[in-house]
């Protein structure tokens, strides 16, 4: 079936350095993307949002890539902080009609000092 | 903290229990949600309301869970008849969906962590 996925479980990297979390979706009628960040014990918090009619979007320290032609997303963190560390999903939505957000399995993202 | 909350944080109950669970989203949020998350996992929808109507609900919403939004504003999740594999972090989202072609951007809720003994 249709669905989102990551292709790294667990990412390690040191202070500092940038880092890149990938993301496949297979839903090629999916309009608008998020990525989120969620520490233990807490629910998940927004990051950025990309729609489909965008390839790139930047925030603070991190910008999403929409690759619509081999339907992938990915999130880069500049200058990784150990606050950073963190499970990041990317989710999918169809803005028109249902509004239900489809998760991946998430990435686990480990930055050491 | 004017984000969305959810009460109790954590609920320890015995099998075959009733339990509920309280989210209040963010003020003026037209739409809330419920998902399921469990160990390892992506959140799961589960339902989700516009105002006070009900627009959606998964098939992972059995018929023990039922699941309120009287006033369009807080929401109640009641789970009857608790198995333990209902375990899970149950998590809420509020959204503001204004003009139809505006984003839809979901913001979470801490969770209630339900574990069934």
């Known amino acids: 079936g249709e669905s989102v996925g990551l292709h790294l479980p667990t990412l390690s990297v040191q202070e500092g350095d940038n880092s890149i979390i990938n993301c496949a979706y297979s839903?090629?009628?999916?309009?608008?993307f998020i990525w989120y960040k969620q520490e233990s014990g807490k629910g998940p918090q927004f990051i950025i949002d990309?729609?489909?009619?965008?390839d790139k979007r930047q925030g603070q320290r991190v910008t999403v890539l929409l690759n619509k032609t081999v339907k992938h997303l990915s999130l880069q963190i500049a200058a990784t902080q150990p606050g950073d560390s963190a499970v990041y999903f990317c989710?999918?939505?169809?803005?028109?009609?249902?509004?239900?957000?489809?998760f991946g399995k998430g990435t686990m993202l480990l930055v050491s000092p | 903290d004017t984000g969305v909350s959810q009460d109790p944080r954590h609920k320890i109950t015995k099998r075959g229990q009733n339990v509920t669970f309280r989210c209040d989203p963010i003020?003026?949020?037209?739409?809330l949600y419920w998902y399921r998350q469990t160990l390892g996992q992506g959140p799961e929808f589960l339902t989700y309301?516009?105002?006070?109507?009900?627009?959606?609900k998964s098939r992972l919403l059995s018929d023990r869970f039922s699941a309120e939004r009287p006033k369009g504003s807080f929401s109640t999740l009641e789970i009857q008849r608790t198995e333990q594999g209902d375990s899970a972090m149950y998590l809420c989202?509020?959204?503001?969906?204004?003009?139809?072609?505006?984003?839809?951007?979901?913001?979470f809720g801490p969770g209630t962590r339900l574990t069934v003994l």
């Open positions: 989202a509020s959204s503001l969906k204004g003009h139809p072609t505006s984003t839809d951007t979901q913001y």
């Open positions: 839903n090629s009628a999916s309009d608008y």
């Open positions: 990309i729609r489909s009619n965008m």
């Open positions: 989710a999918e939505n169809r803005n028109s009609g249902y509004s239900t957000l489809t």
């Open positions: 003020s003026e949020h037209n739409r």
């Open positions: 309301f516009q105002n006070e109507a009900q627009l959606e």
